[in-house]
């Protein structure tokens, strides 16, 4: 069964740092990888979909990685703001349209 | 174009009470799922629809809880009786399946049981 995981589970940083998130999956054979974005109360923003056959999407400050071999995603956050504070989840779908997400990481980031 | 739609996005009841969450997904995405979320804690499926029939609804607690999607367009997911431990944000979310592929979701429908 796949397993999706993400470290740290919360990280603080002060504004302008650049960060990485991480996400790591136990099965490789996925379609794809998402990363969403969640502010407290609120649903999941999809950021970024990285096909497998991809190995980076980039959307403004945001650049995710796919190692699908080693079953690795990561993404990187440029020069972090305030209104990056959220949890970041990551979630690979695999075969009969199925979703497995890891628990987030909470990021702060201090102005 | 329209995201996924979803009401209410609160609601407080006893416990023993019943509730219903609507959801009305993007347009033309034949592919529904029902998600619960406790904080702090990843999306867990609840059920998954493909048109209006049912793919996958094993992690659904078949005593208490019940979803449709008649027409195979919106749908309603219920919970009758409530628990404490069913206080949550309940998630819709549809997928792009003809397309990327990408997983879009709602606002979330948070419950709380008292």
């Known amino acids: 069964k796949q397993e999706v995981t993400q470290i740290p589970a919360a990280l603080s940083v002060p504004e302008g740092e650049n960060l990485v998130l991480n996400c790591s999956f136990t099965d490789s054979a996925i379609y794809n990888l998402q990363w969403f974005r969640q502010d407290p109360g609120k649903g999941l923003t999809s950021l970024l979909l990285?096909?497998?056959?991809?190995r980076e999407q980039t959307s403004g400050r945001l650049n995710a990685s796919l190692d699908k071999s080693s079953g690795r995603s990561t993404l990187y956050i440029a020069a972090s703001q305030p209104g990056d504070s959220a949890t970041y989840l990551c979630?690979?779908?695999?075969?009969?349209?199925?979703?497995?997400f890891g628990t987030g990481t909470s990021l702060t980031v201090i102005p | 174009e329209a995201g996924v739609a979803q009401s209410p996005r609160y609601k407080i009841i006893e416990k023993r009470q019943s509730v219903a969450f609507w959801c009305n997904p993007i347009s033309g995405h034949a592919t529904l799922y029902w998600y619960q979320q406790i904080l702090g804690q990843g999306p867990k499926l609840l059920i998954q629809f493909q048109n209006n029939g049912v793919v996958d609804d094993s992690q659904l607690p078949k005593d208490r809880f019940s979803a449709e999607r008649l027409k195979g367009v919106d749908s309603t997911l219920k919970i009758q009786p409530a628990k404490l431990e069913d206080s949550a944000v309940y998630l819709c979310?549809?997928?792009?399946?003809?397309?990327?592929?990408?997983?879009?979701f709602g606002e979330g429908s948070r419950l709380t049981v008292l």
């Open positions: 979630a690979v779908r695999v075969s009969g349209n199925q979703f497995y």
């Open positions: 990285i096909q497998s056959s991809q």
């Open positions: 979310a549809s997928l792009d399946r003809r397309g990327t592929g990408e997983l879009f």
